[in-house]
């Protein structure tokens, strides 16, 4: 008899639980959801008024609050340095003290930041390094305040982290990404940006929540080329090559082309005439497109027209920060020379959706 009154009773202790955690993960899907729709709406704002001020607007828009920010170096032990404002509370100073870390730092600095991330009416600790290299990395890790310090709940099985836990990381030289601190309905997020051509993607990240969809908000782009739209990479320099007014509006018509911004064919077909003579293995050369580098990112392989010969034009834009164009002799891959191209951005949509972290989010 016993055996059966004991299973609704460990029902009546267990699914408590089971409901509690259920009801918190769609409260923060609730919340995550409007908080996204309060950002997007904002955004179509911000788009209409000043475009190019979205990184400032917003966190004038969504301030963090009780928030302090201190820097340290990673080359003294952190129990000889001295509590560095006022603002910070002993408690919140000794845990930091008790608390280990890692971060990679190049200049040797970490910079602080003390602040309620999930409203427990605690403080929580970010962390953010440079850490440099070919790619100019930067990474945020955020720690939970839990007892006498501040621990790591994300990532504790990874042990190769650039900075313990890791929340984002921030390219400066092949990409268009920033980082933001925002406080929308009470709840704080990361809000991490990635620009590339024809579209701007932000995120919306719970410090403390490792699941793989995020919500995020993407902008999609048309671009407008016209006769401003092309000079020389050197400024005040002469167009190299040369570039006469018949040829400028070819080009400026193949660039309109959206023809060849869209192709996705595995096997392209040539950009330019291949001659009758030439052979299979030279041909391939007229549908070759010079290889860019990390700094860019490759967009297009359109036919350049100079005095009526054909050339090869390979198209890279600085992650939506502006193109360039590299003009290619087919015939033997020679460079004759690189314009510098700006389009004119016109939106064509703002979606917001849910997309993959693991997909989207480098770490």
Known sequence: MNRFSLFPILIFFISPQLFATQTRSQYNLDSDNYALTLLHNTMVEMLQSAPQKIPETITEKFPLKNDIDFTISTEVSKKTIKKPSAKISDDEWQAFINTTFSAESENGMVNCKLVDLDGDGKRDLIINSYSGGTGLFSFTGVLKRSGDKFIDINNTKNDSQAITGVLYSENGRGANQWGQWVRINDQVYALWFNGKYAEDSFYLLRPFNTDNKVPSITIYYQY????????????????????????????????????????????????????????????????????????????????????????????????????????????????????????????????????????????
Do not use: M
């Open 224 to 363: 407008e080329y016209d006769n401003f739209s092309i000079k020389s990479e050197e400024e005040d320099k002469q167009l190299t090559p040369a570039l006469n007014d018949h040829d400028k509006k070819q080009l400026i018509k193949s660039l309109n082309n959206k023809y060849y911004f869209n192709k996705q064919q595995e096997k392209q077909e040539p950009i330019c005439p291949v001659p009758a003579d030439t052979s299979s293995e030279d041909a391939e050369h007229y549908r070759t497109k010079i290889a860019g580098n990390y700094v860019t990112q490759p967009i297009a392989a359109i036919p350049v027209w100079l005095n009526g010969t054909c050339f090869i034009g390979s198209v890279e834009s600085y992650f939506g920060r502006g193109e360039l164009i590299t003009i290619s002799s087919p015939k033997d891959l020679n460079i004759l020379g690189t314009y510098s191209i700006t389009g004119i951005r016109h939106i064509k949509s703002i979606k917001k959706e849910w997309k993959s972290r693991e997909e989207n989010i480098p770490l």
